[in-house]
Nanobody, 127 residues
């Protein structure tokens, strides 16, 4: 059974940076498709970024491209989402999700294709 747990959210000023973590247990994160989603109040959950299982490729949503990157610590089996130049519109609960499948391109951004989810971590961007 795969489990994922996010941490590292908090309050940051516009233009600031934050790194959120996703600790994975039960399986190596390198054998999973790992994704980040977010949900702002009153809005639907939306795709943020994904690290593909097949080759480790990082793919980000348009709003995240150039600002968000991903790194990992294999020894800790932990994935990180580094978020830079944050904007108030980035305020949301950020979720880490995992799939044991090597998802095809058309399914990478589909939340229901991920079987394992964390509880989420709140990121608030405000002055």
């Amino acid at each position: 059974q795969v489990q994922v747990e996010e941490s590292g959210g908090g309050l940051v000023q516009p233009g600031g940076s934050l790194r959120v973590s996703c600790a994975v247990s039960g399986r190596s994160l390198n054998t999973c498709t790992m994704a980040w989603f977010r949900q702002a109040p009153g809005k639907e959950r939306e795709f943020v970024a994904v690290v593909r299982r097949r080759n480790g490729q990082f793919i980000a949503a348009d709003f995240a491209r150039g600002r968000f990157t991903s790194t990992k610590d294999n020894a800790k089996n932990t994935l990180y989402l580094q978020m830079n130049n944050l904007e108030p519109e980035d305020t949301a609960v950020y979720y880490c999700a995992a799939s044991e499948k090597d998802l095809i391109t058309s399914r990478l951004r589909v939340a229901r294709d991920y079987d394992y989810w964390g509880q989420g971590t709140q990121v608030t961007v405000s002055s």
